[in-house]
């Protein structure tokens, strides 16, 4: 049974104009159920964690700061959103659904989260949209129950995963790999464990054949026994932020390579979905869909 965390809070509603497109949250669920990739059972509600797998990642006086409200506005401002207690509980919210889904990933082999893949979190600020690093968190809540013992990040959204890649720097359990546009937000790029920065317009082909040239080895060579993966949508040639080249099909099979090698291999995966920001919603839906699809036809 594919499981996939999702909570109405997802949906937190932004001031009238704000650029992140919170209505995916929304609209993104009523599509899998509406079109028969997934009925209501496929769904799980996060709640309120404790605070330890959060701490795990995250200093004390930074999520303290965002619980209490009174992060500094220069530090405020760098996230990018209002940030209210309804919005910070909605990230928490999302890190218990990742944590959530990662133990499920662990019964059925894959399960997923509407939301998460906030990548540009650090252990101590956030930015990006990002407040807490929900695969961070899982990855270390994994770890620390000893529930896996090698864990790799296959980071395809289209920004490099930056707080991710600062978070394990000096962790030798956790590898971080991401794939993502050279020109693209962060400009001042931290260092994963390994990075591909693709130029602007890559096309379908070229990103496929990095990732189907690189994916397997590493596997091979990390041999991990848990994968988390961002399968951000914002590498389509329509994305507004992103500047690569990729078409819906592309990101497709993208989703495809990745999923059907763990499913081959038999290592259990968490996938959040990160960014997507094509001007038409319609577009940006279909991406993630797609993921949905694939881990249904693939895994279930
Ligand atoms: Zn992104």
Same mark, same amino acid.
């Given at each position: ?5 999702? #909570?109405?809070?997802? =949906? ?5 104009? #704000? ?11 009523? +599509? ?24 795990? =990642? ?5 999520? @303290? ?53 906030? #990548? ?29 013992? $090698? ?14 890649? $600062? ?34 317009? =890559?096309?379908?082909? +070229?990103?496929? @054949? ?29 994305? $507004? ?18 999923? +059907? ?20 919603? $319609? ?12 881990? +249904?036809?693939?895994?279930?």
């Amino acid at each position: 049974m594919l499981k996939i965390a999702y #909570h109405p809070i997802y =949906t937190h509603p932004l001031p009238e104009g #704000h650029r992140f497109p919170m209505i995916k949250y929304e609209l993104l669920p009523k +599509q899998l159920l509406y079109e028969g990739t997934c009925i209501e059972e496929n769904f799980f509600k996060p709640e309120i964690p404790d605070t330890g797998p959060i701490l795990a =990642t995250h200093t004390e006086a930074y999520y @303290n700061s965002l619980k209490k409200l009174s992060l500094d506005p220069k530090s405020a401002r760098k996230i990018g959103f209002p940030l209210s207690k309804e919005l910070i509980n909605r990230e928490v919210i999302i890190t218990d659904g990742t944590i959530k889904a990662s133990e499920y990933a662990l019964t059925y082999g894959l399960a997923m989260n509407i939301a998460g893949g906030t #990548h540009h979190a650090y252990s101590d600020r956030g930015e990006a949209f990002c407040l807490l690093n929900d695969q961070a968190i899982g990855a270390r809540y994994l770890i620390q129950k000893r529930l896996a013992k $090698k864990i790799l990040i296959v980071d395809l959204d289209v920004h490099q995963g930056n707080g991710t890649a $600062k978070i394990f720097e000096n962790d030798t359990t956790v590898f971080t790999f991401s794939i993502h546009g050279a020109n693209n937000y962060p400009f001042k790029k931290e260092k994963s464990d390994l990075d591909i920065a693709l130029p602007n317009q =890559t096309n379908d082909q +070229q990103y496929l @054949n990095t990732l189907k040239e690189i994916l397997p080895k590493l596997i091979q060579k990390q041999k991990p026994d848990f994968i988390y993966y961002l399968s951000g949508v914002d590498i389509l040639a329509t994305d $507004k932020l992103g500047k690569l080249g990729c078409t819906l099909a592309g990101c497709k099979e993208r989703d495809r390579f990745v999923l +059907q090698i763990c499913k081959d291999l038999s290592i259990p995966i968490m996938c959040a979905m990160g960014g997507g920001y094509s001007p038409d919603i $319609k577009t940006i839906i279909e991406a993630h869909a797609n993921t949905f699809r694939v881990a +249904q036809d693939i895994f279930f």
